[in-house]
């Protein structure tokens, strides 16, 4: 989920105030993120991998697709197994959302932004819990790293775009579906200014 408007990504819908609504629920959000990191599920199979009620997934995915964040996936379904699938590889914040005169969407916002860092934070601690599980190689690829630069608003903007550029153009290099030594990766941005301990911006 990208939160950076001046960087066009394909596939990935930009939120307005009535789709923000419509996602910004802590199950939905995880819902649709399962959704598109693990391929096409019924609600059954949702619940059981996110320790809910068949009846909460069922509800809110039919949510989601009224909002066109899911779709059913009818080459999958037989009878009446319902199979349901993403519409689209991520979502995106309109810069205007940040500062919308609705109480309502501000609070939607929020819910948004919160949610989406506690995901992160769940799979950051999920990979720490079973890296041992992985061959050798991977713990030592993988990276878990911060930076703190002095930084003006624009050149915050410029440094993201340009991330988000070099990650964008190792999708042409993805590895194949079936290659032995291959995994999908995750990939979290987090860029914010900080204060220091005397409200003063960080040196």
């Not at 009846?55 to 995915?61: K, N, P, Q």
């Not at 061959?135 to 002095?150: H, M, N, Q």
């Amino acid at each position: 989920m990208s939160e950076n408007p001046d960087v066009p990504e394909p596939d990935v819908r930009t939120l307005d105030p009535r789709s923000l609504r419509g996602l910004a629920h802590p199950l939905r959000m995880r819902l649709l993120n399962a959704l598109r990191h693990h391929g096409p599920a019924t609600a059954s199979q949702l619940a059981d991998r996110l320790g809910e009620s068949s009846g909460a997934t069922s509800y809110h995915l039919r949510q989601l697709a009224s909002h066109g964040f899911v779709a059913d996936d009818p080459e999958r379904g037989k009878g009446r197994e319902r199979w349901w699938k993403a519409a689209d590889k991520g979502v995106m914040v309109d810069a205007t959302l940040h500062f919308d005169p609705s109480p309502e969407v501000r609070g939607a916002l929020s819910t948004f932004m919160h949610e989406s860092a506690s995901i992160h934070g769940q799979e950051v601690s999920t990979w720490l819990g079973t890296m041992h599980d992985w061959p050798d190689v991977w713990a030592t690829k993988a990276d878990l790293s911060d930076f703190t630069l002095r930084l003006t608003p624009e050149l915050l903007a410029e440094l993201d775009g340009r991330i988000h550029d070099l990650i964008a153009s190792y999708t042409d290099r993805a590895a194949p579906e079936g290659e032995d030594d291959a995994a999908q990766v995750r990939i979290h941005l987090h860029a914010f200014p900080q204060k220091r301990l005397d409200g003063q911006p960080e040196a």
